[in-house]
């Protein structure tokens, strides 16, 4: 069973109504079960934003629908300046740290990505924080460790560690984390979220029906 995370409702909306996901359960978290033929059965759910939030999530996708493989899905900000990334671009995480954390002064471990999903993008690695990352001083120093910020993913990475599953990610560049952020955010989550929707419905098709992580 594939078991996929987005953060909040508006970013999973495409995806829902594109595979004709029914409901499930509104407790302890919103969750769909996509339909039809012509995807892998999968299971969505509606963390709520934050790393514990997706930790609980992805736990419960685990433990209770017992997915082998987690996918986290959803719009993220662009830390690196490299003109070339711009709104709209969707990449595949090949690695995810959280930002926030240190062991005693040293920088938390990353977690790196053990599925060929989404294998058509380009690889990205991903800095995840417990706040939105809207502040330029911030991007520049959050930007020598990644070149995308979301709130969700590293916490879906090292659930799926914990447990042995696999993961993978596709992110969708929403704003440049400064401080025009959250105009720009509002303004293209529909659009960047479409865009996710198509990719990851297509990685569930059919013809991928029998893929290994």
């Given amino acids: 069973m594939v078991g996929i995370v987005y953060a909040t409702r508006p970013e999973a909306a495409p995806f829902l109504l594109q595979t004709t996901a029914e409901p499930l359960a509104t407790r302890p978290f919103s969750t769909f079960r996509t339909a039809g033929a012509n995807h892998t059965p999968s299971i969505v759910i509606i963390s709520g934003m934050g790393k514990v939030a997706a930790a609980m999530a992805a736990t419960h996708l685990v433990l209770v629908h017992r997915a082998s493989m987690l996918v986290n899905a959803g719009l993220c900000g662009r830390l690196t300046f490299d003109n070339r990334w711009s709104v709209g671009d969707l990449f595949r995480i090949d690695s995810a740290v959280e930002g926030d954390r240190d062991r005693f002064g040293r920088a938390a471990q990353a977690v790196v990505g053990n599925s060929r999903w989404f294998s058509v993008l380009e690889p990205a ?3 995840t924080c417990d706040r939105p990352v809207f502040d330029a001083a911030q991007r520049a120093q959050l930007a020598g460790i990644g070149e ?6 590293a916490a879906v990475a090292r659930v799926a560690s914990c447990y042995g599953s696999a993961w993978a990610m596709v992110k969708g560049i929403s704003d440049s984390a400064d401080e ?4 720009d955010l509002v303004r293209n989550i529909d659009w960047v979220s479409g865009r996710i929707a198509e990719a990851l419905a297509r990685e569930l098709s059919t013809t991928i029906i029998d893929k290994q992580p």
Avoid at 148 to 153: C, H, P, S, Y
Avoid at 180 to 183: L, M, N, Y
């Fill in 148 to 153: 995308l910020a979301d709130m969700e993913g």
């Fill in 180 to 183: 025009t952020g959250r105009q």
């Fill in 125 to 127: 690695r991903l800095v």
